[in-house]
């Protein structure tokens, strides 16, 4: 026979149908058979409902929490812009994490990390790129090309700046920027052109200088 509901919370989806035995394992209290509003029996604590602990059942609770509970980038749903960041940020962790990433030994291999906000959630890493000048065309630039990806050290930049800022080629055994050894000769080449080769490095670094002087004006306000 259905018990009175009057001692349950006006918004609880329960109905209490019957008492019920406790069994073994159970839980203490008294325990009834309870009905929800979509259909599904459940054995309930009695007091937890009467203390609305519970207003509905797991599968309408779960059902329930999906729809209020905003889905991460449906603020962003369709942007183009945020699919192609997304995918920046997965192709910069994957680089740091994956030794299987062929460029794992220049990023990964040597300590570049990215932070744990960044590493944890896509959203943020968004929303991040979207507020600190990303556009179609910009490339993902550390500022110190020995410290990771996090927001104190990266910024979105024009592939020139990027080129600028590199940090020196493995290969390079001068340790100079742009600058490497050729056939006994200091050779310059910037931006993937060559300007010369020289007797000494530095003649090499004097010219390289005046080129980041001729074309880039003030190097530290471009950079």
């Not at 040597?110 to 959630?121: A, L």
């Not at 990771?148 to 080129?163: F, I, P």
Request: proline share 2%.
């Amino acid at each position: 026979m259905r018990q009175k509901n009057f001692n349950l919370p006006p918004d609880s989806e329960w109905t209490i149908l019957y008492p019920i035995e406790k069994e073994e394992g159970w839980a203490h209290g008294k325990w009834v058979m309870a009905r929800c509003s979509c259909g599904r029996e459940s054995a309930v604590i009695q007091s937890v409902l009467f203390r609305g602990l519970s207003k509905r059942c797991s599968w309408c609770a779960r059902k329930l929490a999906a729809n209020i509970r905003p889905r991460k980038f449906d603020e962003f749903k369709g942007r183009e812009d945020v699919r192609k960041i997304r995918g920046i940020w997965g192709a910069m962790k994957d680089r740091c994490n994956n030794p299987n990433n062929k460029a794992y030994f220049n990023y990964g291999g040597r300590g570049i990390y990215v932070c744990n906000k960044w590493e944890e959630s896509s959203l943020e890493f968004v929303k991040w790129s979207l507020n600190n000048g990303y556009e179609e065309g910009l490339s993902l630039d550390r500022i110190d090309n020995d410290d990771g990806y996090s927001e104190s050290n990266c910024r979105w930049v024009n592939q020139t700046v990027q080129n600028v800022n590199s940090r020196t080629r493995i290969d390079n055994k001068t340790g100079e920027r742009c600058i490497t050894i050729l056939n006994g000769k200091y050779n310059l080449q910037i931006r993937g052109e060559r300007v010369g080769t020289y007797d000494s490095i530095d003649e090499a670094i004097a010219v390289r200088d005046r080129v980041y002087n001729d074309y880039f004006r003030d190097i530290e306000e471009y950079l």
